[in-house]
């Protein structure tokens, strides 16, 4: 897990420089590379070592063929190597760098969660590739002549003086994020998930999506999960879970062994009342107060340079400071599951209970925080996106939207929350293993008549029993009001997470 830049000029000013390192050295505070030119590049990686030892894969990562950057894992790189290369690799790094050079990069066979950019020797960029569901983030800025990449967007609105982008906080108003836009600056854009910026998509999501009648068997999703958990265990370095009430992280425990386990909540929260009660699991627990959560979201939205999507991120950071501060550099959640199984209650059983039918004012009123009139462009830009998925069910469209668009604004907070506390956050319940076992569920499959994710309650349910699997999750918003009672005056909590995010706490 690392951050790194890389710009097609080599004539950077030395406050320019400090503007790239001060901006991306909280994602690695292993290494930090400083400034380095290469065939008319000017680039930077900041290191969190997970696998590897200090000196293993350090970047830039140069060799005959060129130059690599490179942010996250490859879990698979053993097996990879030992396939092309007949190598025992100790560096996913190397691996990922030898494959570019010798043509034998196959970017649907990695298994992980990656952003990276590959330069010749020529300067060409080979590669710039995101992994399948946008795990990792990969931005990039583009504007007369000038091509750079980052895993903070921040970076190239500092260093390119860019304007914010007004249809992004109209997104940011309606979803919290600016999911069709990709970026708050002006000329910044997201490479999207499965797909390489040079090179193309290579993981279609819509098609890959396209129903099967060849239902999972029993046993395959408890199988696939264990892969998909057994894979974001290999680190060399200490590992936790992020674990609540809920089913999803719960899952995750039943199915492996963890030294740490870690909540975050208010005082009176429900998952710290209940875990508090399980003298059978070690758990560290963290109580947030009005006054750390505040110190911790203007840190954060000074870090970021963009507005935070939802209260939770300051939750994750705390809770990952606390981890780190115990020697765990990794951390699982449970993000996927939602997206993946249906778990969205109240819009799933609405999508459910609709069948083949469609109506896109509906779904707003079910999703968007402030709703977008239908004169609004992101109310278009959803009526496009649905329309374009053509006569499947109502139940799949959401399904598909919510993988293709919410799903990365969730890695996006995971990923930045945790970074900033020095710690990686990995998808044991979103990767490839489990999405070709939970794709070819139905929303029969997948629903009852108001729950939805029920192949992971029945999972669950085998040690926890029914009671807990199907219990119905209570919400604890944050009281916003409470914690900025010096700017909410008689606002809502949504009205005063908009403020406080735009104005930085001025009231």
């Not at 010749?120 to 795990?135: L, M, S, T, Y």
């Not at 239902?215 to 370095?237: C, F, M, N, T, Y």
Request: net charge negative.
């Amino acid at each position: 897990m690392c951050g790194f830049f890389a710009v097609n000029k080599c004539d950077l000013t030395e406050v320019e420089k400090e503007i790239i390192h001060n901006s991306l050295k909280f994602r690695g505070p292993d290494f930090q590379s400083g400034v380095v030119d290469f065939a008319g590049w000017s680039m930077y990686h900041a290191r969190l070592q997970i696998i590897g030892d200090e000196c293993s894969g350090i970047q830039p990562y140069f060799h005959a063929g060129g130059v690599l950057l490179f942010n996250g894992e490859i879990l698979n790189f053993q097996d990879l190597g030992v396939k092309y290369f007949n190598t025992v690799y100790t560096s996913d790094t190397v691996l990922l760098a030898d494959l570019i050079h010798n043509k034998s990069l196959n970017l649907d066979e990695l298994d992980g969660f990656f952003a990276f950019v590959y330069i010749d020797i020529e300067g060409n960029p080979i590669h710039a590739a995101r992994d399948k569901f946008g795990v990792k983030p990969l931005y990039k800025y583009h504007h007369e002549g000038v091509t750079a990449y980052s895993s903070e967007p921040v970076v190239l609105s500092r260093l390119f003086n860019l304007s914010v982008n007004d249809l992004a906080m109209e997104e940011f108003k309606h979803f919290r994020a600016p999911i069709f836009e990709g970026s708050y600056y002006d000329y910044v854009s997201q490479i999207e998930p499965g797909t390489c910026d040079v090179t193309g998509i290579y993981f279609d999501l819509t098609s890959s999506m396209k129903l099967s009648e060849d239902h999972p068997k029993p046993g395959e999703l408890k199988l696939a999960i264990k892969k998909g958990i057994a894979s974001r265990l290999v680190a060399d370095q200490p590992v936790g879970l992020l674990l609540s009430k809920g089913i999803d992280s719960n899952l995750i425990r039943l199915h492996s062994s963890f030294q740490k386990f870690y909540t975050v909540g208010l005082k009176n929260d429900q998952d710290l009342v209940y875990l508090k009660s399980r003298n059978d699991l070690s758990i560290e627990f963290v109580t947030v107060s009005n006054e750390t959560f505040r110190e911790a979201f203007f840190f954060l939205r000074e870090l970021r340079g963009e507005p935070l999507s939802v209260p939770n991120e300051v939750y994750l950071y705390l809770v990952a400071k606390r981890a780190r501060e115990d020697g765990v550099k990794v951390l699982l959640s449970g993000e996927g599951a939602d997206e993946f199984f249906g778990g969205y209650d109240r819009i799933y059983t609405w999508a459910f209970q609709k069948g083949y039918e469609w109506d896109n004012s509906e779904f707003v009123e079910l999703y968007c925080y402030q709703k977008p009139t239908p004169s609004d462009l992101s109310f278009q830009r959803l009526s496009s996106f649905f329309e374009s998925l053509g006569g499947i069910s109502a139940f799949e469209k959401v399904r598909l939207f919510f993988m293709k668009y919410h799903l990365p604004v969730l890695f996006r907070r995971l990923d930045f929350a945790l970074m900033a506390a020095g710690v990686e956050g990995r998808e044991p319940l979103a990767n490839n293993w489990v999405y070709q076992v939970a794709k070819r569920y139905n929303a029969d499959d997948l629903m009852n008549n108001s729950t939805g994710k029920i192949p992971l309650r029945l999972l669950v349910a085998e040690n926890e029993g029914e009671q807990f699997a199907f219990a119905e999750k209570v919400g604890f918003p944050v009281d916003l009001k409470s914690i900025f009672s010096d700017i909410s005056h008689a606002k809502t909590n949504y009205e005063t997470w908009y403020d406080v995010n735009l104005t930085g706490g001025q009231s």
